[in-house]
């Protein structure tokens, strides 16, 4: 996804279909985030999703302190950072508006809070097991047409989205290393039995992600294909498909009738919009201008723009800030043949690369070094792993190439039976220009290297599809703040260490208390075994004016905390 948000799966069979994590952070006002830890393998569990004691914490920034109006809010004008590819849940690629369409448009099993922690939704209460989750289906509500929200099209959905056949981009969120078994019902209780060929101890908190788990209406079954045009689902808001225009501008209608949101939400809620309307806008400087002129009302901004928009307080009255969710890092494509499947080489580059600089170079003031690819606001966040991050030293570097046979060359490049070491490095341009930074840090220890600054779908394809690059440095965070979103993706971009993904398997299936020292080995392997090296996040800034919310996830707005206030 966008800036922040997502990319696709292939190398290791337990992830052919994982790809794109969401790019996104984790927040909430001036608190610490309490995060459920990586548990879920239990008996049992209720309206809260901790099953393990162990918590994380990682700080959020909100500020604005006007009051809610009474009763209902007005029309809230919304930019979104980029368009939307299709209003199926099962197969967006997770574009940022097809998120906010998702999250407006569909229910969902559970909600993920913005405090981090699971909530009932459509299901009132769980229960689980180590490769199961049985969910008590709420009754009364009902799809945008009409028809009542059942076990069974619950389970119809879940078996649609879930299924190898529908090939969901975001599969493996849903499911871990395994695969779905069965989705039964029960008719005495109202529930639905979803059943995985192998344990996952984030099933539960998978359901409350809005890809691939949004719920479809029947209608929606009944004709996926329509579903790229419009939505199908039982949420909050209807897509008004004639006030829209693809590509430009998304409206969204408030239910009058809608009372099963979480927490309590009802379309009744004071300050509730009664209207979304969501405007595409790419470029950050246009969107600034928009927020000033008040043609939109929140907004997230980044870069010099972000801060013209805060240097005038006039520009806004409530803010929202937070830290993405999961370390960018520099990785390879380790495919046998290629510069990266040789440890030394991935040892070298590491060393000559100084974490504090590249995320400088990236994101200028508005970022922080990470040690860790696990940061503080995900779940089995520990910082005793950064001991084990590769530090900067290009003497040792040199060194270590030296060792490897290569020797230094005409023009000071470094040889290896008479052939050059030479990376293909492809960047995704909202890096600015850290391609040009590591290319001239790597020709300080002689190694070559081509620089290609490519949008995001150039890039993803280079990474994904073609896989015609040496390296990148490469963005894991995602909206699922668990640690099974960094080796999802890995397998997809040619990391080949089957020890790692063992490890990996081992931690996406320990119960309770262990699946966060598991998830330490397999972060450890990641980064003793030259995998990849933490860079740092950035800082996600938004802007709200006659209106208060929240951003958890950075790349949609929580359309439960969105509330008109008093001027």
């Known amino acids: 996804m966008r800036n922040a948000m997502n990319s696709p799966v292939s190398l290791s069979p337990r992830v052919t279909s994982r790809w794109r994590a969401l790019l996104a952070a984790t927040a909430a006002g001036l608190v610490l985030l309490a995060v459920s830890a990586c548990g879920g393998g239990g008996s049992s569990n209720n309206s809260d999703s901790g099953t393990s004691s162990k918590v994380n914490t ?19 004008k919304v930019r979104s950072s980029d368009d939307l590819d299709t209003f199926d849940p099962a197969k967006t690629g997770a574009e940022n508006m097809s998120v906010q369409a998702l999250e407006l448009a569909y229910d969902r099993l559970v909600y993920q809070a913005p405090d981090g922690k699971v909530k009932p939704y459509l299901a009132s209460s769980w229960t689980t097991t180590p490769n199961s989750a049985t969910f008590v289906i709420r009754k009364g509500p009902k799809c945008a047409d009409g028809t009542p ?18 090939a969901s981009p975001y599969l493996g969120y849903a499911v871990g290393g395994g695969k779905l078994k069965s989705v039964t019902t029960n008719s005495a209780d109202n529930s639905v039995t979803v059943t995985l060929t192998k344990p996952y101890n984030a099933l539960v908190q998978s359901f409350g992600t809005p890809f691939p788990a949004s719920i479809i209406c029947p209608a929606g079954l009944k004709n996926p294909k329509g579903l790229g045009a419009a939505p199908q689902g039982s949420g ?40 979304a309307d969501f405007r595409v806008v790419t470029d950050e400087t246009t969107a600034a201008n928009l927020l000033t002129t008040g043609e939109v009302n929140i907004s997230p901004i980044a870069g010099i723009s972000e801060q013209r928009v805060r240097a005038n307080p006039s520009n806004y009255d409530f803010t929202y800030e937070s830290l993405q969710a999961g370390s960018w890092g520099s990785l390879f494509n380790m495919t046998k043949g290629l510069v990266g499947a040789d440890p030394a080489v991935r040892h070298a580059v590491f060393l000559a690369l100084d974490s504090n600089s590249m995320t400088k170079a990236a994101f200028s003031d508005l970022g922080v070094t990470e040690d860790t690819m696990v940061t503080p606001n995900m779940q089995c966040y520990n910082k005793a ?39 293909r490095i492809v960047m995704w341009n909202t890096t600015n220009q850290l391609g040009d930074f590591i290319q001239q840090e790597l020709q300080k220890v002689g190694i070559a ?29 995602s909206a699922f703040p668990n640690p099974v979103i960094i080796p999802a993706q890995d397998a997809s971009l040619s990391i080949k260490d089957p ?12 119960p309770g208390s262990t699946a966060c020292p598991a998830w330490d080995k397999a972060m450890q392997r990641a980064q003793t075994a030259y995998i990849v090296k933490p860079m740092g996040v950035a800082k996600n800034a938004w802007f709200g004016k006659g209106w208060k919310f929240a ?8 359309p439960f905390t969105i509330q008109q206030t008093q001027k």
């Open 236 to 275: 909050p808001y209807s897509y008004d498909k004639a006030a829209s225009s693809r590509g430009s501008t998304y409206v969204f209608k408030l239910r009058p009738d809608y009372n099963w949101g979480p927490v309590g939400w009802t379309s009744k809620t004071d300050g509730v919009p009664q209207e």
């Open 58 to 76: 990682g700080s959020t920034v909100s500020s604005g302190s006007a009051a809610v109006v009474s009763g209902p809010g007005g029309t809230v």
């Open 499 to 510: 020890t790692y993904f063992k490890l990996s398997d081992e931690a996406e299936a320990a």
């Open 149 to 166: 929200i059942t076990p069974k099209v619950v389970a119809d959905s879940l078996r649609y989205s879930l299924s190898q056949k529908t």
């Open 551 to 558: 951003a958890p996830y950075n790349v949609f707005i929580d």
């Open 385 to 423: 792993l950064g001991k084990y991050a590769v530090p900067f030293d290009v003497a040792q570097a040199k060194s270590v190439l030296e060792q490897d046979g290569y020797k230094a060359g005409s023009g000071g490049t470094m040889t290896k039976n008479g052939k050059p070491l030479k990376l």
């Open 449 to 477: 290297s081509t620089v290609k600054n490519t949008d995001i779908n150039t890039w993803i394809n280079a990474l994904f599809t073609t896989k015609d690059y040496d390296f990148t440095v490469y963005s894991y965070y």
